[in-house]
């Protein structure tokens, strides 16, 4: 179950290079082409958590709202880690995730984590 590894995947950017920026650590960006790679039962967990990471119900997750999540899992990013974090994926650049956004990135996460099993 996809969703129940979520925490794992989640803490995957701020335990490695990565939480600073994809794109800067030399690993390409996730991309919507991510999303296109995942089933459909992935995409469906991946929405349910985008609604709970969704706190304010505007339909994208800020910076303070994935902030929130990953203090919630046992993580302590700054708000300015955070940001860099979604800056990597915001295709439109808005500053939050929207929910295509969101799957993209689920989808590389479980991608590294599954390269790192393997």
Request: negative net charge; glycine residues 6%; proline residues 6%.
């Amino acid at each position: 179950n996809t969703l129940r590894n979520l925490p794992y995947l989640l803490l995957q950017p701020c335990t490695s290079q990565k939480f600073g920026g994809f794109a800067s650590h030399g690993q390409p960006a996730p991309t919507l082409q991510n999303a296109m790679n995942v089933t459909q039962e992935q995409r469906k967990e991946y929405e349910e958590a985008f609604s709970m990471f969704d706190k304010d119900g505007d339909g994208v997750i800020s910076a303070a709202e994935l902030q929130d999540v990953l203090n919630s899992i046992g993580a302590d990013p700054t708000i300015v880690q955070v940001r860099r974090l979604i800056a990597d994926v915001d295709v439109d650049g808005d500053g939050a995730l929207s929910p295509p956004e969101f799957v993209a990135f689920m989808a590389s996460m479980q991608k590294d984590a599954d390269n790192q099993e393997n």
